[in-house]
C-alpha cells in the first residue's frame, strides 16, 4: 500500500533557482494539501486542494504555486528558492476533507535553500 | 482563527512511568482534534482522533486522549511509557464548517524522551 508518495525526498537548491515537489496519492481521495514543518513550529498548511480543479491558500503560501494535475497528483512550485524556504515539506490526503476524518502523510522532502 | 497550544516542547519520562502530553484549543465550537506520531525522518501517523462520539478517545498503541470542553483540552496519556514511544508528538484541530473546514491546524509539537 503506496499511500501518499513524495518525490524527491531531499534536494539542495541554490537561491534563486526553482524546483517542483511532487505528491501522488492511491487512496481515490478528493482532498490534499501541502504542509512545511520548521522546529518548534508544527507543521502549517501552504496550499490545498479540496477537490480535483480546485486551489487554494492556505496559512503561509507566499514564494510558493501548485497544481492539482488530475485526481491523484499534487505539486508544489518554488519559483525562485529562497533561504527561508530551507524546510521538510509534507503532502497529505483525505477524503472528505479533514473533518471527522484522519489525513494520511507522505514521507516528506527535506529541501535545504543555500 | 483557530490555535492550538501544546504546553512543553520537551517531555522526558523513565521507561514504566506516565506519559501525559497537553493539548489546550482555542475555539468556540468543539473541534475535531487530532493527536499525530512522528517518529524520526518519517511522515505523521494518526494516533487517535476525537469527533464528538465519545469524550474518552483510545488510539493506537495503548495511548489514549480525554477531551474537556469545559477545559478546551485534548491531553494525551499513556500509563507505562516504552523505549519505542520517543517521537514528537503533534495535536491538531479541525472545524466542522466554515473557511477553515477541511484543514488542520497544528500545535508547535513536543518531542518525547524515554529513558531506561
Known amino acids: 500500500n503506496a499511500g501518499v508518495t513524495q518525490t524527491p525526498k531531499f534536494q539542495v537548491l541554490k537561491t534563486g533557482q526553482s524546483m517542483t515537489l511532487q505528491c501522488a496519492q492511491d487512496m481515490n481521495h478528493n482532498s490534499m494539501y501541502w504542509y512545511r514543518q520548521d522546529p518548534g513550529m508544527g507543521l502549517r498548511l501552504i496550499y490545498y486542494?479540496?477537490?480535483?480543479?480546485?486551489?487554494d491558500k492556505g496559512e503561509v503560501p507566499n514564494g510558493y504555486n501548485v497544481s492539482r494535475l488530475n485526481k491523484r497528483e499534487f505539486s508544489l512550485r518554488l519559483e525562485s528558492a529562497a533561504p527561508s524556504q530551507t524546510s521538510v515539506y509534507f503532502c497529505a490526503s483525505s477524503d472528505p476533507p479533514v473533518g471527522n476524518t484522519e489525513a494520511f502523510f507522505g514521507q516528506g522532502t527535506r529541501l535545504t535553500v543555500v | 482563527a483557530q490555535s492550538v497550544t501544546q504546553l512543553g516542547s520537551h517531555v522526558s519520562v523513565s521507561e514504566g512511568a506516565l506519559v501525559l502530553l497537553r493539548c489546550n484549543y482555542s475555539?468556540?465550537?468543539?473541534?475535531?482534534l487530532f493527536w499525530y506520531v512522528q517518529y524520526p525522518n518519517q511522515g505523521l501517523q494518526l494516533l487517535l482522533k476525537y469527533t464528538s462520539a465519545a469524550t474518552l478517545v483510545k488510539g493506537i498503541n495503548g495511548f489514549e486522549a480525554e477531551f474537556k470542553k469545559s477545559e478546551t483540552s485534548f491531553h494525551l496519556t499513556k500509563p507505562s511509557a516504552h523505549m519505542s514511544d520517543a517521537a514528537e508528538y503533534f495535536c491538531a484541530v479541525s472545524d466542522h464548517g466554515g473557511t477553515s473546514y477541511g484543514k488542520l491546524t497544528f500545535g508547535q509539537g513536543t518531542i518525547l524522551t524515554v529513558h531506561p
Open positions: 486542494s479540496a477537490s480535483e480543479g480546485t486551489t
Open positions: 475555539s468556540s465550537v468543539p473541534p475535531y
